[in-house]
């Protein structure tokens, strides 16, 4: 029976890499969490300990730091692209590599109506991600966000599903809809604006998870997949991750109170996780190789 290495790649997971601009007497910032894997002609150093090919992973966590310093961050997307590039040209034995970068946003403080030059506050959990592929001298991008919190107080329903003797769940005509979205877009190319792209992407989805009246959330995850596709012909599929933040109706009829879809629990767990692909039918399905192992 013949043993042989499977895929692989190795890495430095989670830079923590906070950049001040300090050109003006007005400060930015960019806060990012960057991790990068590179594949290639890796036998070696698994079969026999042999590190001829093995770029330290403390080197890819300085080369994060040095580009930092040597030009502008700029859009998350342009500083992965640099990284993966610049790892598969000048690493011996390297002829892929994949970076992850997640983007915190912050926002500045407000003073007298102003926000401040050099002060800056959490905008919210939500994070900006993209994720760039490259393959010998090809280069794939998947940009996204998650943890993003929306909430419909009306215009969704549930009911006409199937019931069986453990179903206690009651029908509804009128709940609150509530998700954390984790959405990813593969990009057709990369040229790209992707800061206009990004936002657009973004406002699209929430537009469409507004507007819908839903039946259910699998049919927002649909509509909000469907409209970004519509409105951004750069982007070839839309993957999403939607769990579900149940709201659920208290009782008040032992206190002597009626409630009218005014009081609710807002339970944390378990919840029901909705996923799913929305992509056009025109274009290649992508290699499963394009997306890390903890991507939907």
Known sequence: MGISMGPNQYGKAEVRLVTVDRSTPRHSIKDLNVSSALRGDLDAVHLTGDNGNCLPTDTQKNTVYAFAKEQPVGEIEDFALRLGRHFVSTAEGITGARVLIDEYAWQRIPVEGTGHDHSFS???????????????????????????????????????????????????????????????????????????????????????????????????????????????????????????????????????????????????????????????????????????????
């Open 122 to 296: 959490r905008a919210h959990d939500e994070k900006r991600t993209t994720a760039v592929t490259i393959d010998g001298d090809q280069a794939h991008v998947v940009s996204g966000l998650k943890d993003l919190v929306v909430l419909k107080s009306t215009g969704s329903e549930f009911w006409g599903y199937p019931k069986d003797e453990y179903t206690t769940l009651p029908e509804t005509t009128d709940r609150i809809l509530s998700t954390a979205v984790t959405a990813r877009w593969r990009y057709l190319h990369t040229d790209v604006d992707w800061a206009k792209s990004f936002e657009s992407v973004r406002a699209t989805m929430l537009e469409a998870f507004a507007t819908t009246h839903s039946l259910a959330l699998q049919q927002s995850l649909h509509a909000m997949g469907k409209a970004a596709l519509e409105a951004h012909p750069e982007v070839a599929e839309v993957r999403l991750s939607l769990p579900n933040k149940h709201h659920f109706l208290v009782d008040l009829k032992p206190f002597g109170l009626e409630n009218d879809n005014e009081v609710f629990f807002a339970a944390d767990r378990p919840y029901g996780l909705i996923e799913g692909v929305v992509r056009r039918d025109d274009v290649p399905e992508a290699p499963m190789a394009w997306y890390s192992t903890a991507e939907f």
